[in-house]
């Protein structure tokens, strides 16, 4: 029953209490004792007497409290010296301190027996002392075996007979309870107020004491764990080896946890496993199991931590591991690792900690860790991959045909391939240019690379020397006048090697030996792509000069109004700027698959799909045509600022059957198409002009398109000399940054206008295309057909008018 429910004893326990501190308060002096005592009878001074020796034994054990608190800041010694304190002036045979973890929400105490304390826990709502604690009441049981709520096992599992219990929360001084007191068996009788009282008094005592010591130790063990986790973090950040790292991670795992083993298992994206290389305690080299599997994998999925503190009452745990390895599982924390991008890149799983289930704080230090080691693991990976990148560098250095050279920033050769070893006649002989001053090993009739070198590393520019003579064994050659100077023709190319400040690191040199085939090879490759000079050496003679019908693309461009241009700017303007514009051109021919055919004055004409078929050779045209105008307003842009007139093109696509081929004589052949399909490329470019269009395209061209691009009909047209009409599209994928939202409205009315027009409903056509007037007024097919219908409207059409304009210009 509670001690409270005694009032008399309970207020007899607080009258002593009370006589207690006017003693301390009032500082009771022996006359003013021999005054109260000359004032009672025989009986009542005997009472007196007894009750005094009573309050003296409790004021002389909150003295002893106050000694005992006072000079220590370990919780170990507080508590035992309480436990201690308590158990001699309750006249019990034991005492148990249970302090409120609030971090982890239990009951915890410290037992100290053979040199080493123990430390016990439990939820705080459970057994006696939890329900004191959670009900925030006193309890006392004078016969614990018919307490529902005692716990009989424990008393099995340890030898020992509980007979009777106090049991009080332990206050703060803002009356928040800390923890419980537990006392066990009194000598004599059962627990009465008194042991309430003076077991109030005492915890209360100690209560600022064992919050200070709790501090201390959460501060001392915070700073060891700091300094613990700032060694641990600096020995791991120095591991740049990854499997060492994971040895270490697990050892570190397994000791700041006091665990008794650990594993690392890390994502493996390519086969979508987690593996480790890792496993304390077992000898597997290697273990491997999809992602989503067992406890690891549901953490790696889930991407949260599992703590299970009985692994074999968890339907996750396979105990067939242990059957297998004959260990034992009992507790697991098992925590996902997350690097900066907060992508998991592993899981690691810790078993079986020492002394109990894994707790919160293990948690925390866990999760601390693992960031730490999420940053060491992704470096170590980091410093593989750029081992790999250089051992793959090396391998791509050594096999390439062509000699590469690398100097420092201190113009000193570092590195020579093969290649270039067998260049230079030193593939036995690497001391005599590895680690050799540039300047004294291109030296003599190569001097000239030696300052091309230094212009490279002043300037930072590339430096390509085509179709020059390098010089071979001059040393041999200048001592031995009897051996023959030997020279290599070579295509060679200095460039200059920055690190991401754009600091000078020094100079790379590639050398192709173009000698004999390679020389015809490289020379051909200055004027025709690789794939079409490829095949043109590979095809025989009688090949060269036939050829074949296929279906490609042509793309042809032309700049409007070029003659007043160049009499405006004179020859030497006009070249310089040609050379600018067809190079800006050119580029985007090239970067999109597509073959220069050739120059045509001020025009340029590409093919894509001849001679090889491309798979989508009509979109890389358009995608090049639009490309173009984009480059073009740049370089519009850019003429503009310097004062120079900008410049205006037009671009015409049409996919059909052409024949391709090499069209000459032995001596003199050009690669080109031609055909109808090639000529009506021209037109559509020419017809720009017509429509006030830049890019026009045939309905062949669309039809071959794979993707979608902003188009819309302009016309219907029959080209000169042909019977069937053509449909006419104009692209409008360069202007959506201009038009911005018109660009839909405009296509849509454009098609609307254009069906009203095609049923002579010329009226309605005209309100469309007025319509587009409004929203783009530069508009040139608009305007064209504005200028259709009022023509229309005026002098009707006959009535075998189909809606087809006759093309009759190029």
Known sequence: MSDKENPASYQNATDQLDIVKQIVNHRLQQSDLRRILDALNEQDREDFTFKMADILRKTSALLEVSKQVNDTLSLDTLLNRMVNIISNFLDADRCTLFLYDEQEKELFSRVAGGGITQEIRFPSHMGIAGASFTNKEVIIIDDAYSDERFNREIDIRTGYTTK???????????????????????????FDAEDLNLLEALTAQAASAFINTQLHERIERAKKEESQMLEITTAISRELQLEPLLQKIMGVVTEILDADRSTLFMYDKETDELWSHVAQGMSVSEIRFPAHLGIAGSVFMMGET??????YKDSRFNPAVDKKTGYKTDTILCMPIQN?????????????KRGGPFRKVDERRLAAFSSQAAIAIENARLFEDVLQIKNYNESILQSMSNGVITLNANNEIVTANHAALHLFHKENKRDEIIGIAARRFFSGQNTWIAESIENVRSTGETDNSLDVDLWLNQQASEGRGHQRREKASVNLSIQALKDSKHQHLGCLLILEDITQEKRLRGTMARYLTKELADQLLDEDSEAMLGGKIQRATVLFTDIRSFTTISEQMGAQKTVTMLNEYFSIMVDSVLENGGILDKYIGDAIMAVFGAPIVGEQDADNALITAI???????????????????????????????ILSGNIGSLKRMDYTVIGDGVNLASRLEGANKLYGSQILLSELTRRALKHSYLLR???????????????????????KDELGARTMDIIDLTNRGFIAYQ?????????FFREIIELRPNDGVARLYLERCAHFMESAPPRDWDGVWVMTSK
Do not use: Y
């Open 627 to 657: 490309s173009m105008l984009r480059s073009l307003e740049v370089f519009n842009r850019e003429r503009q600022e310097k004062g120079e007139q900008p410049v205006f093109m037009g671009v015409g696509i049409n996919t059909d059957e």
């Open 306 to 311: 599992i703590n299970i503190p009985d692994a």
């Open 713 to 735: 009909k302009v016309d219907l047209t029959r080209v000169k000399g042909k019977k069937e009409p053509v449909a006419i599209f104009e692209a409008f994928d360069h202007l």
């Open 759 to 767: 049923s002579r409903d010329f009226l309605q056509a005209t309100r």
């Open 340 to 352: 900066k991008q907060n992508e998991i890149i592993g899981v690691v799983q810790v078993l079986n």
């Open 164 to 190: 009777n219990i106090l049991c009080c929360p332990i206050k703060s001084t803002d009356q928040r309870i800390i923890g419980v007191a537990q006392v066990l068996n009194k000598f004599k009788g059962p």
